[in-house]
């Protein structure tokens, strides 16, 4: 069974810092690629970043330079550093891993205050 659960999200308030958590069980973590998605209300799910295998790496335009995404496949487990966050990163995350196909997990809420 593919379990994939977020934790770490929370309130923070806008230039703060949060990082999130994703640890993984019932796949073969190290071959997939491990990402982190959004969204917010009204708004389609987005790419926030996302890491393969391999440690190629890849952001969302609107993350570039404040958020890192970063995987320790010992410990089946990928993150999302957020600093400098924005009112406009207000939304649920999800973690997604795809490698013959694709799996998400249940999200976590970021709400960013002003």
């Known amino acids: 069974q593919v379990q994939l659960v977020e934790s770490g999200g929370g309130l923070v308030q806008v230039g703060g810092s949060l990082r999130l958590s994703c640890a993984a069980s019932g796949i073969m973590f190290s071959r997939n690629v491990m990402g982190w998605y959004r969204q917010a209300p009204g708004k389609q799910r987005e790419l926030v970043a996302r890491?393969?295998?391999?440690?190629?790496?890849a952001y969302g335009d609107s993350v570039k330079g404040r958020f890192t995404i970063s995987r320790d496949n010992a410990k089946k487990t990928v993150y999302l550093q957020m600093n400098s966050v924005k009112p406009e990163d207000t939304a649920v995350y999800y973690c997604?891993?795809?490698?013959?196909?694709?799996?998400w997990g249940q999200g976590t809420q970021v709400t960013v205050s002003s």
């Open positions: 890491i393969t295998s391999g440690g190629t790496i």
């Open positions: 997604n891993a795809f490698w013959v196909r694709d799996f």
